[in-house]
């Protein structure tokens, strides 16, 4: 059975860091495009970061708002992607989704739509406050 289980939100002040797990089981996240999307209240959902399968290499994607502060990874042996989250600012509060697809290998991750992406996290809460 295909799962995606996030885990690591919660509530931090401005400034502070988290950092986002997401365990995949029933399918390799190695050989699948990866992304991390957010959903605020009242918005639609927003892709954060992705990764290329290994065969692309590994690229790697951030969007705009949070270059220099977030970092998308894989562990292969424990078939988990990671999202580290420094310097968390009240604007990116949102529910945090893992996602994955198989990748048409000419696109490269961004250029996915989320409705293209086959696998989804349950989602969690991540909440900047002070």
């Known amino acids: 059975q295909v799962r995606l289980v996030e885990s690591g939100g919660g509530s931090v002040q401005p400034g502070g860091s988290l950092r986002l797990s997401c365990a995949a089981s029933?399918?390799?996240?190695?050989?699948?495009?990866n992304g991390w999307f957010r959903q605020a209240p009242g918005k639609g959902r927003e892709m954060v970061s992705c990764?290329?399968?290994?065969?692309?290499?590994?690229?790697?994607y951030y969007e705009d708002s949070v270059k220099g502060r977030f970092t998308i990874s894989r562990d292969t042996a424990r078939n988990t992607l990671y999202l580290q989250m420094n310097n968390l600012k009240p604007e990116d509060t949102a529910v945090y989704y893992c996602?994955?697809?198989?990748?048409?290998?000419?696109?490269?991750?961004?250029?996915?739509?989320?409705?293209?992406?086959?696998?989804w996290g349950q989602g969690i809460q991540v909440t900047v406050s002070s």
């Open positions: 996602a994955a697809l198989t990748s048409d290998f000419v696109r490269s991750c961004h250029e996915y739509e989320p409705y293209e992406y086959d696998y």
């Open positions: 029933g399918f390799t996240l190695d050989y699948h495009t």
């Open positions: 990764v290329s399968n290994q065969d692309v290499d590994d690229q790697q």
